[in-house]
């Protein structure tokens, strides 16, 4: 899928000096379609075919180009003016003979622009995605976009909120398991969509932002894809080795900065608390860091740790078998964050950012870790495992301590952590934990303006009790009530020397049965938050 920009330098549709010439110019230009957004006042104000007068506005107008086709359709019904409705009109020799260059017009209705409940990015957010669905799948090969301005018809922010989300959307339809891994050997079991150009018009008030945005919508979409690729290889490609390797080759790509520790360098640093997961599995552990320095050398950089799990049996304390598969997601939130990682150097981002991915497969043989069994953590601290399946914060706070060489400014984890945690939310929001206000303003907001939304959860002192242990400083699990709470309970207390914030994306990182697959959240959160910070 490509993104790209168009500016028609006096296309204002929503000033009625400039109508008629914007339109002439919109209409001048050759796409498959012309996608028009027009809302109810627009569509009540154009009274249809009464006789062959001219009539005002932006439908009147349009009508003027299209040969009457605008007004056919009302009287047909098919032009009905509710929000979300798609119209599509297709060109005749009428439409040619007033220097009509597009194909068809798809007349997208938006509603009242004066009702609360039809405007705002999740109504815009519908009528975004009933349009591209109609794009798709067909004979449009490429379409030309107009971006109300939901909010504020001349509110910039809000058209680049709403072209973002639409690139975002356009990716999500577009996007195609396996295309893009020179690892499947097996063919790819879709076929690209025939949709595959979308171009936002603007015109010369908003060209700079609209550009912008695009370009940042389209990297995120990259990020996206690495993420949802990531997530759906089987597990038995995407190891912890291959995680590593995408790093280094999405490095080569661009300017990140890419180091890969092996099992030596693991256990030199004394990640007692990672290698206790590790060691079950033949597959060897990895620690990735990847460094975007898009600011100043000395600047203190936003850190994004990813838990990595590449299969995640349980363990010892072996996971029942039903969907067992899906464990193959465990590695989500190391996806999320070398997808964000790359996102931020695709875009350029004028920030320091650093993430971080533990990674191994949590497997049971002779060499597994017990039940009972107490390690030593990076930081000191003795953990007691009383069950080898909570092993994503076992694997995390060895990562948690590691990053505080970086002086972070913020330090934000992702991880698949808890099934309590899809219990508690079900599939919409991820779940946010953070005693720093600040982080959870943003991270709250980014996910209002991505929409990829987050809810908070407690962290309360009184939760920690369930964590403690007869036998070592800590136990890595906290019984069934509360159970996301006390697993982000057991990463806080790794997180002392910075703000930290955690996301667990248990149940919004993937979709299971008949739509299985990554959902590549939470990228638009990471890149939206990446992009409002100063
Ligand atoms: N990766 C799982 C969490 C998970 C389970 C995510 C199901 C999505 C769907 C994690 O490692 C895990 O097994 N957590 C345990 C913790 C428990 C043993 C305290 C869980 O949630 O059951
Ligand atoms: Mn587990
Ligand atoms: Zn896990």
Redesign the pocket.
């Known amino acids: 899928m490509q993104f790209s920009t168009k500016i028609f330098p006096q296309a204002d549709l929503h000033s009625p000096k400039l109508l008629k010439a914007g339109l002439k110019s919109v209409l001048a230009n050759a796409t498959d379609c012309l996608v028009l957004p027009y809302s109810k006042a627009d569509f009540e104000g154009f009274a249809g075919a009464k006789g062959a007068k001219a009539q005002a506005g932006l439908l009147g107008e349009l009508d003027q180009f299209l040969g009457g086709s605008v007004a056919h359709a009302k009287a047909l019904g098919d032009l009905d003016g509710k929000v979300t409705s798609v119209c599509v009109l297709r060109a005749d020799k009428s439409w040619a003979a007033a220097g009509v260059k597009a194909k068809r017009v798809l007349l997208l209705g938006i509603g009242d622009l004066h009702s609360a409940a039809d405007r705002g990015l999740i109504a815009y957010s519908k009528v975004a995605r009933a349009a591209l669905k109609s794009l798709s799948g067909g004979s449009i090969e490429n379409a030309l976009w107009f971006t109300p301005g939901f909010k504020d018809l001349k509110d910039v922010a809000s058209v680049a909120e709403e072209v973002r989300l639409t690139i975002q959307y356009a990716g999500d339809q577009a996007y195609r398991f396996g295309v893009r891994q020179p690892a499947m050997k097996f063919k790819a079991k879709d076929t690209a969509d025939s949709f595959k150009h979308l171009t936002f018009a603007g015109n010369d008030a908003i060209s700079k932002d609209l550009k912008l945005a695009v370009e940042q919508g389209a990297a995120m979409v990259e990020g996206m894809n690495v993420a949802k690729d990531l997530g759906n290889l089987p597990p038995n490609i995407c190891t912890p080795t291959y995680l590593g390797k995408t790093a280094q080759a999405l490095a080569k790509k661009t300017s990140l900065k890419v180091e890969v520790l092996g099992l030596k360098q693991i256990e030199a640093l004394g990640m007692g608390s990672f290698l206790s997961v590790a060691k079950g599995s033949d597959t060897p552990p990895q620690f990735i860091v990847m460094r975007h320095q898009g600011g100043k050398a000395g600047e203190a950089p936003i850190v994004l740790v990813g838990k990595g ?1 590449t299969f ?1 049996t ?1 363990g010892i304390s072996l996971k029942p078998g039903e969907a067992m598969d899906e ?1 193959k997601y ?1 590695m989500c939130g190391a996806a999320s964050v070398i997808g964000a990682l790359y996102s931020a150097a695709l875009m350029g981002l004028k920030k320091n950012v650093i993430g971080v991915i533990p990674t191994c497969e949590n497997m049971p043989s002779g060499g597994a870790t017990r039940p009972g069994d107490i390690v030593k953590s990076m930081s000191g601290q003795t953990i007691e495992i009383l ?1 080898t ?4 914060r076992l694997i995390l706070c060895d990562a948690l301590t590691y990053v505080e060489r970086f002086k972070p400014r913020a330090v934000i984890d992702v991880a ?5 945690c ?1 219990i508690a939310l079900g599939h919409v929001h991820s779940g946010l934990f953070s005693e720093d206000q600040g982080l959870v303003d943003a991270l709250t907001k980014a996910g209002q303006a991505s929409l990829d939304t987050v809810w908070r959860l407690p962290l309360d002192a009184a939760y920690h009790e369930q964590l403690k242990s007869n036998f070592a400083d800590v136990a890595n ?1 906290g019984g069934r009530p509360g ?1 996301s709470i006390t697993a982000a309970c057991f990463l806080s207390r790794f997180t002392e020397k910075y703000k930290w914030a955690h996301l667990d994306i ?1 149940g919004t990182a993937w979709k299971s049965g008949a739509a299985k697959g990554s959902t590549g959240r939470p990228v638009p959160l990471l890149v939206n938050y990446l992009l409002e910070q100063n």
């Open positions: 799990i995640d349980g464990m465990d069950n399946d909570a092993e994503g698949t952590l808890t099934g309590a899809v699990i159970g248990a």
